[in-house]
């Protein structure tokens, strides 16, 4: 389940859902090396790498990928099929819709909305909510 995220989504997506509909239960992988409230919620399928943080009331959806030195602050909602790259951090109350991928060492200001299907990419700051669905630092 951790193909990856940009050019694998799809692929990721169809492999999750093929399991399932063959009655396979998928689990979630948490490493030993995280922090996670116990108030916090993760859908199966989930991997969740070493050195990550989740706060408190944070909601992470089916098949998803929360990558080494990640931080989920509190009352942050993650949809299903999502990637967080390494070290991004997402701050509170920030709602990531499904299918997005947040880059390697990104900031998600608390309160942001990211929209169904946005790439985020390495090194954003993001400030606001934006109408852009993709940004992708080259």
């Known amino acids: 389940m951790a193909l990856g995220h940009i050019k694998k989504i799809n692929l990721r997506k169809k492999i999750f859902k093929n399991l399932l509909s063959l009655g396979y239960k998928l689990p979630t992988f ?6 996670i409230s116990k108030n916090s919620l ?7 790498m070493h050195g990550v943080i989740i706060n408190s009331n944070v909601s992470i959806g089916d098949n998803c990928i929360i990558n080494t030195g990640s931080i989920i602050e509190h009352d942050v909602i993650i949809g299903n099929n999502r990637h967080v790259a390494p070290g991004a951090i997402l701050n509170s109350g920030t709602k990531v819709e499904d299918n997005c991928f947040i880059g390697s060492s990104s900031v998600i200001k608390e309160n942001i909305k990211i929209s169904k299907n946005s790439i985020i990419g390495a090194n954003i700051f ?13």
């Open 30 to 35: 948490v490493s030993k090396n995280t922090i």
């Open 42 to 48: 993760i859908g199966k399928g989930t991997i969740v």
């Open 126 to 138: 993001l400030r606001r909510n934006t109408l852009i669905n993709e940004l992708i630092k080259k």
